[in-house]
């Protein structure tokens, strides 16, 4: 049976999901400045296309590799204790990629940017997991799940104008410092950092700090789906100001109309799962990636911009439906004992695919000297996510034996 908290316990329940919530928001556009300010990056340090894809790439190398011992030390150390260290951590390496003087030594700090950053994700979702019960947890984590993309959306109307009016140096300086802020503001709303936020009895059948292998399909199906998140926001403001010739201020309407979607989608995912997809979440995600993979391929036959975008932005909406209903189908699944590492495992995959996308486009697209074969192998990989996600077992841990 549930233990369900006092009622006076609801509010700091919806504080701790704001508190995420804005957290992830600040790091996405942390994060995505580099993305935005790629092509100004290159002209400074005279980088070819595959060096650009390692410049996006750099950051995923390391907060990948971050994922599965960052999920650890939340489990160890708990949620708010590592929240404050990671904020700290990448709004200082943020900061001092305003200082890079060589390709060598901006690689380098977005390695160290990297590993900062990495544990936020698993502290963030276990307090959220931490804070809602059962019946709530899905939708919770899906709303946790939409300030990704909204930070995507809104990291260029904050960026790109300060790129324009301080240069590529002095954005990171100033995004760097608004984190910095934010740490004051998360630790004097969480005091004291060594009691959790209130907690809620898992309601699974799991044992007790036993791994649960199901995660490895979401890992999967997070994988595919990142793949085409992280090689479209690293190298879309590229495409827009090289191949189509936009400039700056063009791409700042542009650039965030799928994050919007995105957003869209991530926060409806955990509600449509609930509402029309309980008992059959599985069936979801998957239709989902499906319907992704016919919009990737729609983008990579369209000639003109407009069908490209419009492709774009529906597949955005798919896909993070997808995204949005793994981790809020995982949040209802895993016990809360490992569940920081369990989360990290199914980041991990993500990451990867963030690792990889910038460079494998990065080569494409010097390959080929266009970026219509990278639409064609974003299109194979929406395919692998619907292909693991068929393989997500949906049985009680008594019956999987």
């Known amino acids: 049976m549930e233990e369900l908290n006092p009622a006076s316990n609801k509010p700091k329940s919806y504080r701790s999901l704001s508190l995420v919530f ?27 296309p595959a060096q650009l894809g390692v410049v996006g790439s750099a950051f995923f190398f390391s907060y990948s590799l971050m994922q599965i011992p960052g999920g650890w030390l939340v489990d160890r150390f708990g949620t708010k204790w590592m929240t ?23 690689i380098v ?69 608004l984190g910095l802020v934010y740490v004051l503001i998360y630790f004097l709303l969480e005091r004291p950092l060594n009691q959790e936020v209130p907690d809620y009895e898992t309601g699974s059948s799991q044992e007790k700090g036993k791994f649960d292998w199901r995660v490895l399909s979401f890992s999967g199906v997070v994988f595919g789906l990142s793949v085409i998140t992280k090689g479209l926001d690293t190298w879309m403001p590229t495409y827009l100001l090289q191949a189509r010739h936009i400039n700056l201020k063009g791409i700042t309407w542009l650039v965030p109309l799928p994050s919007v979607t995105a957003g869209l989608g991530a926060f409806l995912a955990g509600f449509i799962m609930v509402k029309f997809f309980a008992g059959h979440e599985k069936w979801l995600i998957s239709l989902a990636s499906l319907v992704t993979m016919c919009f990737m391929y729609g983008m990579f036959r369209s000639q003109s911009l407009t069908w490209i975008i419009v492709f774009e932005v529906l597949a955005y909406f798919t896909k993070s439906v997808a995204f949005g209903a793994s981790y809020a189908f995982v949040a209802q699944l895993i016990s809360k004992s490992n569940y920081g590492a369990s989360i990290g495992v199914v980041n991990f995959g993500g990451q990867v ?9 990065g080569l494409v697209v010097q390959a080929t000297h266009s970026f219509t074969g990278a639409f064609l192998m974003l299109t194979a990989f929406a395919l692998l996510s619907f292909v693991a996600s068929l393989t997500i077992n949906t049985k009680p841990a008594a019956e999987r034996g």
């Open 353 to 361: 695919a963030g690792f990889l996308a910038p460079i494998l486009i």
């Open 84 to 106: 404050v260290v990671s904020l700290i951590a990448w709004s200082v390496f943020t900061v001092m990629t305003s200082f890079a003087w060589s390709f060598t030594s901006l």
């Open 22 to 48: 804005i957290g992830f928001i600040i790091c996405f556009i942390d994060r995505s400045a580099m993305n935005i300010a790629l092509a100004y990056v290159g002209k400074t340090f005279t980088l070819t």
């Open 109 to 177: 700090i977005r390695v160290l940017f990297g590993i900062g950053e990495g544990s936020y994700p698993s502290a963030a979702m276990k307090q959220v997991r931490l804070a809602f019960p059962k019946d709530k947890r899905g939708q919770a984590s899906g709303v946790a799940i939409s300030s990704n993309y909204i930070g995507n959306a809104v990291a260029p109307f904050v960026v790109a104008p300060l790129i324009a009016a301080m240069s590529w140096r002095g954005a990171f300086h100033f995004v760097g410092i």
